[in-house]
């Protein structure tokens, strides 16, 4: 059974738009979330994470939502630009092991 | 060097081959870790290493999978008499302390078992 769901698999964004990816997870136990990007070929390079003491962090261009009660995670992305074009995987972090979902695939459009 | 190396890139295997992975970590770093991602899937955690000792092996598949990281530095994972299901992109990170957010991912090997 997924501990971590990102129901969309691609998501497309209009260039200086905001781009908001979503994540649901199972565990109410984790309690520290992250968001890596992945180009084609290469491997996941970490973006930003959150404690589960805060419900935002922000970074730059970058903000990370979480809602605990709702066991709901969301990245934002504005002005979304179109090196922002990857695969983004919302992830747990299970002590040392990290638990992934499936990732969405975000196009960012000239 | 720069970043985590892994090798090969790509590596056709027939059913029944076996294979070696080989991955280079970041000078000094003492956490080693393998993932196995499936095609439209995330990564999923296969073993663990602090230094040379393999701490967490338990996301192994079968005991066809097996992992060393003899010197503490460079490891090696081998897939005895690989199978279809075996077929993934193997990803290696790096990180200078356990549990640390600063993980760093080779590029993978792609293996596809015919």
């Known amino acids: 059974d997924q501990q971590v769901k990102q129901n969309s698999p691609s998501l497309s964004v209009q260039e200086g738009r905001i781009s908001i990816l979503n994540c649901d997870y199972t565990?109410?136990?984790?309690?520290?979330f992250l968001w890596y990007k992945k180009y084609p070929a290469e491997g996941p390079t970490f973006l930003i994470s959150?404690?589960?003491i805060k419900d935002k962090n922000e970074d730059g261009r970058f903000t990370v939502f979480l809602n605990k009660s709702a066991k709901h995670l969301s990245l934002h992305i504005v002005p979304s630009q179109p090196g922002d074009s990857a695969v983004y995987f919302c992830?747990?972090?299970?002590?040392?092991?990290?638990?992934w979902g499936a990732g969405t695939k975000l196009i960012i459009k000239p | 060097g720069a970043g985590v190396s892994q090798s090969p890139r790509y590596k056709v295997a027939k059913r029944g081959q076996d294979v070696a992975l080989r991955c280079d970590p970041i000078s000094g770093h003492v956490s080693l870790f393998w993932y196995q991602q499936a095609l439209g899937q995330g990564p999923e955690f296969l073993t663990y290493f602090q230094n040379e000792a393999q701490l967490d092996k338990s996301g192994l598949p079968s005991d066809r999978f097996f992992a060393e990281r003899p010197e503490g530095s460079v490891s090696t994972l081998k897939i005895q008499r690989t199978q279809q299901e075996d077929s993934a992109v193997y990803l290696c990170?790096?990180?200078?302390?356990?549990?640390?957010?600063?993980?760093?991912f080779g590029s993978g090997t792609r293996l596809t078992v015919v």
């Open positions: 565990n109410s136990m984790f309690d520290y």
């Open positions: 959150i404690s589960s």
């Open positions: 992830v747990m972090d299970s002590n040392y092991q990290l638990i």
């Open positions: 990170a790096s990180s200078w302390a356990r549990g640390s957010n600063g993980y760093t």
